[in-house]
Structures are given as structure tokens and as C-alpha cells.
């Protein structure tokens, strides 16, 4: 069974400190690994996506890793800002001959609180 | 504005009443997406759609019903609403899926609570 999991399941940390979260799978055949962020109340929005060949990928102050090896995904944040507070998704695709050849399967996320 | 949108924002329905749900695109995209989010669950597909008039069922969809008769329109039904369809629900699209940027866009959310 396809399964992503996320740790910690929330965590809070100071205003300018960085932080890294963890996303461990078990999803084949693999196609590629996403982190979304996800406000309160609003849709997840996509931060990067990373395919079996690419081992590390930024975008501002975020940048994720992926050791398709060991099926292990990070995504660290670095200088938090307020702003940073939401919950954070690990999705991994896999192919598929249904669900329109591609299928996600979502992690439960991470909460991240950023304090001032 | 372009985007995706749903509404209504937040339903209050009772058990056994029929719901429909609003998604609304504007980038005409090929495939749309149903998902429910709960607590302890990551997002699980209730249905998607790979154009007009083409849906399929996803994970979850029993006791929902999509239709699709224009590309930027996607109306998810609750045919008869239980309490275990107390949930979050998004709409998605995306250009096309199984490449490697194929990002999904997701709206801002339904959340219905069945009393």
C-alpha cells in the first residue's frame, strides 16, 4: 500500500531559526515528490517538485531534498518568517493506469508555527 | 479574476438532503479533481475529470456524483449527505497529469459539516 509519512507531526520554532521536516514513502513505481504549503483556511499551494533524478531543488528561502534510495524527502526553511506558519505536505506521485495515469498520495502534513 | 474557485465557502447541511458543490476554472485546464481532506488523513481523490464530458472515480467516491459538461465547471453532488461527509473538500485542476511538472492548483476549499 502506498503510504507517505510525515514527521514531526507540528512543531514551533523562533522567528529567523531554521527548520527541516521530514517525509519518508513507500509509493512505487515513483514518478515524482511535491511539498505543498497550505495556509489555515486556504488551498495547498505547490512549492517544488522533484523528479527521481533530481536530489535537491529551491525555491527562496525553501529548498527539499530527495534521496530516492532510501525514499526519504526534506524540506528546510531557512530564516522562518511569520509567514511561514502553515502546514506543509509531502505528495508523491506514482503512475497509474487510472486516476488519469498519475495517482498522489498525500502525506497528513506537518504544522509548523513560526513565533516572534 | 482568473484562478479556481469553489463555492460555497462553508455549508451547513442535514442528513439525507442532496449538496452540490462549485468548481470553477479559468485556465482551461484539461483535468479537474475532487478531494476531501479530514483530520488524520492526508487529501484522498473522491473523483477527476480528464476533459468534458470524461469523469472517473477516484479513492472514495461512494455517495458522490460528478458531472462535467464544460471544461471550466466541475459540480461535485452529495446525493444524500451522511455525517461521515463532514469534511473539507477541494477542487484541483491541472494541464494535463503523468509528467513530471504537472503541478495540481488547488481552490480555496468547501468545508461542509452534516448535522
Known amino acids: 500500500k502506498n503510504q507517505v509519512e510525515q514527521s514531526p507531526q507540528s512543531l514551533i520554532i523562533l522567528e529567523g531559526k531554521n527548520c527541516t521536516l521530514q517525509?519518508?514513502?513507500?509509493?512505487?513505481?515513483?514518478?515524482?515528490l511535491r511539498w505543498y504549503k497550505q495556509d489555515t483556511g486556504r488551498g495547498p499551494v505547490s512549492l517544488t517538485i522533484m523528479t527521481f533524478s533530481e536530489n535537491t531543488k529551491s525555491n527562496g528561502r525553501y529548498t527539499a531534498t530527495l534521496d530516492a534510495d532510501t525514499k526519504q524527502s526534506s524540506l528546510h526553511i531557512t530564516a522562518s518568517q511569520l509567514s511561514d506558519s502553515a502546514s506543509y505536505i509531502c505528495v508523491v506521485s506514482s503512475w497509474a493506469n487510472n486516476f488519469g495515469n498519475e495517482k498522489l498520495t498525500f502525506g497528513t502534513g506537518t504544522r509548523l508555527t513560526i513565533i516572534p | 479574476d482568473a484562478g479556481i474557485t469553489q463555492s460555497p465557502r462553508y455549508k451547513i447541511t442535514e442528513t439525507g438532503r442532496q449538496v452540490t458543490l462549485m468548481c470553477h476554472q479559468t485556465?482551461?485546464?484539461?483535468?479537474m479533481f475532487w478531494y476531501r481532506q479530514d483530520l488524520g488523513h492526508g487529501l484522498r481523490l473522491i473523483y477527476y475529470s480528464a476533459a468534458a464530458d470524461i469523469t472517473d472515480k477516484g479513492e472514495v467516491p461512494d455517495g458522490y456524483v460528478v458531472s462535467r459538461s464544460k471544461t471550466e465547471n466541475f459540480p461535485l453532488t452529495l446525493e444524500s449527505a451522511t455525517r461521515s461527509q463532514t469534511s473539507v473538500y477541494f477542487c484541483a485542476s491541472s494541464v494535463t497529469t503523468g509528467g513530471n511538472h504537472n503541478e495540481q492548483f488547488f481552490g480555496p476549499g468547501t468545508r461542509l459539516t452534516v448535522l
Open positions: 517525509c519518508n514513502y513507500t509509493v512505487s513505481p515513483f514518478s515524482n
Open positions: 485556465w482551461s485546464h484539461s483535468y
